[in-house]
């Protein structure tokens, strides 16, 4: 495995890693499958001040204006976003609205992005707002971006951000039916982030050939349990042995029958099989973290902690192996402990944690979904196999 590579899969788990408790367990499932979508762009910015915009595209609202070049500013002027065309030194000011709608224009996707570093192509509707001022400060809230996506598109885009170019064809519709899955319930919601929380969505660029083909194959199909859309977790290397869902989220996935641990040694590829080990200063492990090593209370069959006692500032509390992995990811670095089959100990004035595997380690793992797919398993096979109990969606 190329170094490269190694990057690109450390990345991968990051993204697929914090695929978060939210989600979890609505009370009914809207059955609908829905035909678009709207997701929030550019969430993992605290604040977006400008957004930038390249040709060709078409402004719907409030008029219509056919854009075929050029570069273009948005930005919150105080009372209403402001459209100004940008042409070397020259500024030229299109319109001002409270709100502005674009659309692609001839299946060009739009190109847009908070600065011109980070652009991003979007197919469909984008709909730029401003979100409210900050009452403390009296300073603009910022653009807020909406886009409107067709699934299909939207699907294609998630399967291709988080495979790589290498993944065979099986093991996309495998995650093409998972990422179908996920989006079943969300048609009550007015619309989903862009980033880890729910499934990182980075637009256009991200439909390879091979993706589409891949989705248009899957044709929509879902993972069922008794009929009913499956709680669609997936990882991105479980190093292994999967884990229950129950053992890693808690008592709320016990009814979930299908989320059980499965030995899994197909990842083998996935540079994430072997053991990642960090050192980091004791002082910012006990600053963060705990004052001292998190006691171990249970861990499960597949080596993962379930409960472990931490003492912070004198305090000592009971957190589930996964709130603490959360911990250390978001305050130490995803790449400290990119598996949630970790360890940590004290040597000296250093702490060192040792993990294993990327993500949470509950149902598919995507690289145990190549492996099987390289054995000439059909996506019904892989995802039978990490949810066992469950069918695909007939047509
Ligand atoms: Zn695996």
Redesign the pocket.
């Known amino acids: 495995m190329k170094r490269g590579n190694l990057k690109i899969e450390l990345l991968l788990a990051l993204k697929l890693s914090l695929f978060l408790v939210l989600f979890l367990f609505p009370d009914s499932f809207a059955w609908a499958h829905p035909s678009s979508i709207y997701v929030s762009l550019f969430q993992s910015r605290p604040r977006v001040e400008t957004l930038y915009l390249r040709a060709p595209f078409v402004i719907t609202n409030p008029i219509r204006v056919v854009v075929g070049d050029g570069l273009f500013e948005l930005v919150d002027d105080g009372g209403a976003i402001r459209v100004t065309q940008v042409s070397g030194k020259k500024r030229r000011v299109i319109l001002r609205a409270p709100h502005v709608v674009i659309s692609d224009r001839s299946r060009a996707a739009v190109e847009i992005g908070p600065d011109l570093t980070h652009m991003r192509k979007y197919y469909g509707q984008l709909t730029v707002s401003r979100r409210p001022v900050d009452r403390q400060t009296g300073r603009s809230g910022g653009l807020n971006v909406v886009n409107l996506i067709d699934s299909f598109n939207y699907v294609a885009s998630v399967v291709g951000g988080e495979t790589t170019p290498a993944f065979h064809k099986e093991a996309l519709k495998a995650h093409a039916v998972l990422v179908y899955t996920r989006l079943s319930p969300k048609g009550r919601h007015p619309s989903i982030g862009d980033t880890t929380e729910e499934m990182v969505y980075l637009g256009a660029q991200h439909e390879r050939s091979e993706v589409i083909d891949a989705v248009n194959e899957v044709d929509r199909r879902r993972l069922l349990f008794h009929e009913r859309p499956a709680q669609a977790f997936f990882h991105a290397?479980?190093?292994?042995r999967?884990s229950r869902g129950a053992d890693i989220f808690g008592d709320n996935a016990k009814a979930l029958a299908y989320l059980q641990s499965v030995p899994?040694?197909?990842?083998k590829d996935s540079p994430l099989y072997g053991t990642t080990t960090r050192q980091l200063p004791a002082a910012v492990f006990n600053r963060e973290i705990a004052d001292s090593e998190p006691q171990v209370l249970q861990v499960d069959q597949a080596k993962r902690i379930v409960r472990a006692q931490v003492r912070k500032n004198g305090k000592v509390s009971v957190l589930s192996g996964y709130q603490l992995w959360l911990q250390i990811g978001q305050k130490l670095g995803w790449d400290k402990a990119p598996g949630t089959r970790y360890q940590i100990e004290k040597t000296g004035n250093n702490y060192t944690i040792k993990s294993s595997g990327g993500g949470h380690g509950v149902g598919m793992?995507q690289?145990?979904a190549q492996g099987l797919a390289k054995q000439n398993k059909s996506y019904a096979e892989i995802l039978q196999y990490y949810f066992p109990g469950t069918t695909v969606e007939k047509r």
Request: glycine share 16%; charged share 0%; with cysteine.
């Open positions: 290397c479980c190093a292994g999967t899994c040694t197909f990842c793992c690289w145990g």
